[in-house]
């Protein structure tokens, strides 16, 4: 029996690592497809090449839907492997909900929905982790319009005491297709829908609610369901409000790194790609901010000396040489430079490590260019 088990835990182990290092050799050319659509949607407006700028629309969308795709797989991947990890960060919550209703209103609005936030009065703020909260609220919106037809997609935030602990209960209501009891039983399960029909008409993966589940239940919360078919489907999310409370890791809000609007700000660049050095360069020049380029650590660290930017974005896998880790530590230690913030633009999920080498800011490849 102990045999069965321990092969059994070394297939998942396989499998979990096979999908992880695929993901991370997909992001690389899906950096380059996004980055540079969207640059190109950029210059066919100005140009004004309508036809162009719409194809080149169709592309990026393309591109952002793989992109969602590779980062579910890589999600489940590491909630199976048992490496996700989780970071708490105090943020408001009516901020986080402005953030995900911008986000979603193109897909709300293609099928003629509209969202709408409700928000209790003594709602403020909370402790946990952002990123995944928001993940979350993502896919149960982005679900409630997926089934919703020129209807109405709700979501609904309270705070309640229970058992002498805050919660804080994220509620998205629709006014969709509804499901069965039935199709209500496979909600949760990875790769699953509520049935093939629904797969098939309605496209997706399966990963959406199997990851939201388990978020739910890293952020030391969960979630339910309640639904009836023909009559729409509301999806509860019960959270506590400090995260620090249910004995999560936590690490401190680093902060955003601000760069000057005017004036020639410069900004180190060390990456051994090309492709994100060209993507930086063209993203920051209306922004009136110089760019030096260093393709190795080495030559960074050297550079960093001689021009003492105003901030190094810099990579952590690099070939050959020092890495990302090796340039990070030399530059929070030399007295000259560890003043100046680093943005550390990666594949690789770990916050928490950079944080507490000195990163300033944390982003992972393909880049969002607004932040």
Same mark, same amino acid.
């Given at each position: 029996?102990?045999?069965?088990?321990?092969?059994?835990?070394?297939?998942?182990?396989?499998? &979990?690592?096979?999908?992880?290092?695929?993901?991370?050799?997909?992001?690389?050319?899906?950096?380059?497809?996004?980055?540079?659509?969207?640059?190109?949607?950029?210059?066919?407006?100005?140009?004004?090449? =309508?036809?162009?700028? @719409?194809?080149?629309?169709?592309?990026?969308?393309?591109?952002?839907?793989?992109?969602? /795709?590779?980062?579910?797989? #890589?999600? /489940? *991947?590491?909630? @199976?492997?048992?490496?996700?990890?989780? %970071?708490?960060? &105090?943020?408001?919550?009516?901020?986080?909900?402005?953030?995900?209703?911008?986000?979603?209103?193109?897909?709300?609005?293609?099928?003629?929905?509209? #969202?709408?936030?409700?928000?209790?009065?003594?709602?403020?703020?909370?402790?946990?982790?952002?990123?995944?909260?928001? =993940?979350?609220?993502?896919?149960?919106?982005?679900?409630?319009?997926?089934?919703?037809?020129?209807?109405?997609?709700?979501?609904? /935030? &309270?705070?309640?005491?229970?058992?002498?602990?805050?919660?804080?209960?994220?509620?998205?209501?629709?006014?969709?297709? !509804?499901?069965?009891?039935?199709?209500? $039983?496979?909600?949760?399960?990875?790769?699953?829908?509520?049935?093939?029909?629904?797969? *098939?008409?309605?496209?997706? $993966?399966?990963? !959406?609610?199997?990851?939201?589940?388990?978020?739910?239940?890293?952020?030391?919360?969960?979630?339910?369901?309640?639904?009836?078919?023909?009559?729409?489907?509301?999806? $509860?999310?019960?959270?506590?409000?400090?995260?620090?409370?249910?004995?999560?890791?936590?690490?401190?809000?680093?902060?955003?790194?601000?760069?000057?609007?005017?004036?020639?700000? $410069?900004?180190?660049?060390?990456?051994?790609?090309?492709?994100?050095?060209?993507?930086?360069?063209?993203?920051?020049?209306?922004?009136?901010? *110089?760019?030096?380029? +260093?393709?190795?650590?080495?030559? !960074?660290?050297?550079?960093?000396?001689?021009?003492?930017?105003?901030?190094?974005?810099?990579?952590?896998?690099?070939?050959?040489?020092?890495?990302?880790? =090796?340039?990070? +530590?030399?530059?929070?230690?030399?007295? !000259?430079?560890?003043?100046?913030?680093? /943005?550390?633009?990666?594949?690789?999920?770990?916050?928490?490590?950079?944080?507490?080498?000195?990163?300033?800011? %944390?982003?992972?490849?393909?880049?969002?260019?607004?932040?």
């Amino acid at each position: 029996m102990k045999a069965e088990k321990d092969a059994a835990r070394m297939a998942s182990e396989a499998k &979990s690592s096979f999908l992880a290092k695929m993901s991370h050799e997909l992001r690389t050319p899906m950096n380059a497809i996004i980055g540079y659509s969207e640059l190109l949607i950029e210059e066919a407006e100005g140009a004004g090449y =309508q036809i162009f700028k @719409e194809d080149l629309k169709k592309i990026y969308a393309a591109g952002k839907h793989l992109l969602e /795709v590779i980062n579910s797989v #890589l999600d /489940v *991947s590491k909630i @199976e492997a048992g490496k996700m990890d989780v %970071y708490e960060e &105090s943020f408001d919550i009516r901020s986080l909900l402005d953030e995900v209703k911008q986000t979603m209103k193109p897909l709300v609005e293609k099928n003629g929905n509209q #969202l709408v936030l409700e928000t209790e009065a003594n709602v403020d703020y909370m402790a946990s982790d952002k990123t995944k909260l928001r =993940q979350c609220l993502l896919n149960l919106t982005s679900n409630a319009s997926k089934f919703t037809k020129n209807g109405l997609v709700t979501i609904k /935030v &309270s705070e309640e005491n229970r058992l002498g602990r805050e919660w804080i209960l994220f509620a998205v209501q629709d006014t969709g297709i !509804g499901m069965s009891p039935e199709q209500l $039983t496979r909600l949760f399960k990875a790769f699953e829908q509520a049935d093939s029909s629904v797969g *098939s008409k309605y496209g997706g $993966t399966g990963l !959406g609610l199997h990851i939201t589940k388990n978020f739910c239940q890293m952020l030391g919360g969960d979630i339910t369901v309640d639904s009836e078919v023909g009559k729409g489907t509301v999806f $509860t999310m019960v959270l506590p409000k400090n995260l620090s409370e249910v004995n999560k890791s936590s690490i401190q809000d680093a902060g955003e790194v601000v760069l000057p609007v005017t004036g020639r700000a $410069t900004v180190l660049v060390i990456d051994d790609d090309p492709i994100v050095h060209d993507l930086v360069k063209r993203s920051l020049s209306k922004r009136e901010v *110089s760019v030096a380029d +260093a393709f190795d650590g080495e030559q !960074g660290i050297k550079l960093a000396k001689e021009i003492a930017p105003q901030a190094i974005i810099l990579d952590l896998m690099m070939k050959g040489g020092i890495d990302g880790w =090796q340039v990070l +530590a030399g530059l929070k230690s030399d007295e !000259g430079l560890s003043a100046i913030p680093i /943005v550390m633009i990666t594949m690789l999920d770990d916050k928490k490590t950079c944080f507490a080498f000195g990163a300033s800011e %944390y982003l992972i490849k393909p880049v969002d260019r607004r932040r």
